[in-house]
């Protein structure tokens, strides 16, 4: 064992954009960032690692810098040459300042002065029942009955029609706040000012806003998805006893087997969607599980996390371009499910017909060759090369980013693929069956 002494980070780091290929690959980066985080805890860190560092421990072809696996060191983020937030102190602060050199008095007594301040900092400041309509729309066209035989379609339709007026909303405000950002418009640098002078892009209030209230949305969504598709229900404990006593007095002896039986017994009583059964608890599929169940909570997954790690690492502006051609894209889904779930099949042709076009467009054009290859071909460019970001930085986090991506882009392609087959089913059969929400089809009514 021997221990290296590497040169300090921002040494290594100009080493690093020098000679690009000295960088490890993002596993063994990660690795070492790992380490060298968890070394530095306080408290933590020195009772678990040795005085002289972890590399201590290895030998020295993984140590050695600049050839060594694990040599690398490199801060996780660039906020220390990022400018820094604007905080509310200091936007008082500036406000006093400013009303002083003016020769005016800054009024900050009071609550309505108060309230005037927080309004200006938060909008002025550079920083960074729904199913009665189903209800109704439904016995007017199929009659009475319907309602009592369609509580499914009535629970998801208020689902649609508040993600029908939300991404109606936002798509609206997007438009109309980023039809003139220069990384929209190819004329003035297109995405390349997606990485131009990163991290120090100016966070207006309309994209903060716009942030907070898409974030919201999305952590709304996937918490919404779960409560749609589980159901808890209580187990009476005291049948799981009387069912072991039971079988103890007939024929099974060993006690593994015994609670075996059981919980087949108590399952198979319960219910054939049943996906976790306790003494005390089941948990089951719901009736108002989606077909496209596992795909949805991926993407929620998936989003959530890009949601996050952008507004985080300062990329609000891709964050936007994503937000925009899913919002867009949304807007003709929303539309043609509601159609459907109503059974108003003119109309659902015309907003499936929408809908794909719109799909097409966006999340299989514009999304994989524009966004994402803005990301393979220009960040390394801009962020490093041009940039002030460390190689290892990038080799090791956008790794991650490019897991992401390409996971929304086989996810598009897998349900643009569900889209095929309901295309075909309307054309070949003449039936309008959304497998997106049902696997299987649905049982189609003469009307």
């Not at 003016?102 to 400041?125: K, M, R, V, W």
């Not at 029609?161 to 980023?178: D, E, N, T």
């Not at 598709?229 to 103890?248: D, G, Q």
Request: glycine content about 6%; overall charge neutral.
């Amino acid at each position: 064992m021997s221990a290296s002494i590497s040169p300090p980070v921002e040494e290594q780091r100009r080493l690093r954009l020098k000679d690009r290929t000295i960088t490890p690959s993002a596993p063994y980066l990660l690795l070492s960032n790992l380490l060298d985080v968890g070394c530095d805890i306080p408290y933590i860190g020195p009772t678990i690692c040795p005085q002289n560092g972890w590399r201590s421990l290895l030998s020295k072809e993984w140590v050695e810098f600049p050839h060594g696996k694990l040599s690398h060191s490199f801060d996780s983020s660039f906020h220390r040459y990022a400018d820094r937030d604007v905080s509310y102190t200091d936007y008082i602060r500036w406000e006093k300042v400013n009303a002083r050199n003016s020769g005016t008095i800054h009024d900050g007594e009071g609550l309505s002065a108060t309230l005037h301040d927080y309004y200006n900092y938060a909008f002025n400041t550079n920083s960074t029942e729904l199913g009665s309509l189903g209800r109704r729309l439904g016995r007017s066209t199929h009659g009475p009955n319907w309602e009592n035989e369609n509580e499914e379609r009535i629970v998801k339709f208020g689902e649609y029609v508040y993600r029908l007026c939300y991404h109606s909303a936002v798509s609206i405000y997007g438009l109309k706040y980023f039809h003139d950002k220069s990384w929209w418009n190819k004329s003035q640098g297109g995405t390349r000012n997606l990485w131009d002078m990163h991290p120090n892009h100016p966070v207006e209030p309309g994209m903060a806003w716009y942030y907070l209230v898409q974030s919201s949305y999305n952590v709304d969504a996937l918490i919404s998805l779960m409560e749609l598709s589980f159901k808890v229900e209580l187990v009476n404990p005291l049948a799981y006893s009387s069912a072991l006593i039971f079988l103890e007095k007939e024929h099974v002896v060993d006690e593994s087997q015994r609670k075996q039986e059981v919980l087949k017994m108590m399952v198979k009583g319960g219910c054939d969607q049943t996906l976790l059964w306790t003494p005390l608890f089941q948990i089951k599929w719901s009736p108002t599980v989606r077909g496209d169940f596992r795909e949805m909570m991926a993407h929620h997954i998936v989003t959530n996390c890009l949601i996050f790690l952008s507004s985080y690492y300062r990329f609000t502006r891709i964050g936007s371009m994503i937000f925009m051609v899913h919002d867009l894209s949304d807007v003709p889904i929303d539309m043609s499910k509601l159609a459907n779930f109503v059974k108003w099949k003119t109309t659902t042709i015309v907003c499936f017909v929408t809908m794909v076009l719109m799909w097409i467009v966006t999340r299989l054009v514009i999304f994989p060759f524009v966004i994402c290859g803005s990301v393979l071909t220009e960040s390394y460019q801009f962020l490093v090369e041009k940039g002030k970001m460390d190689p290892a930085l990038h080799e090791a986090y956008f790794a991650f980013f490019y897991f992401l991506l390409g996971s929304l882009v086989l996810l598009h392609i897998t349900w643009f693929i569900i889209l095929l087959r309901i295309g075909w089913t309307l054309v070949s059969k003449g039936e309008t069956h959304d497998y997106s929400e049902h696997k299987n089809g649905e049982k189609q009514k003469s009307s």
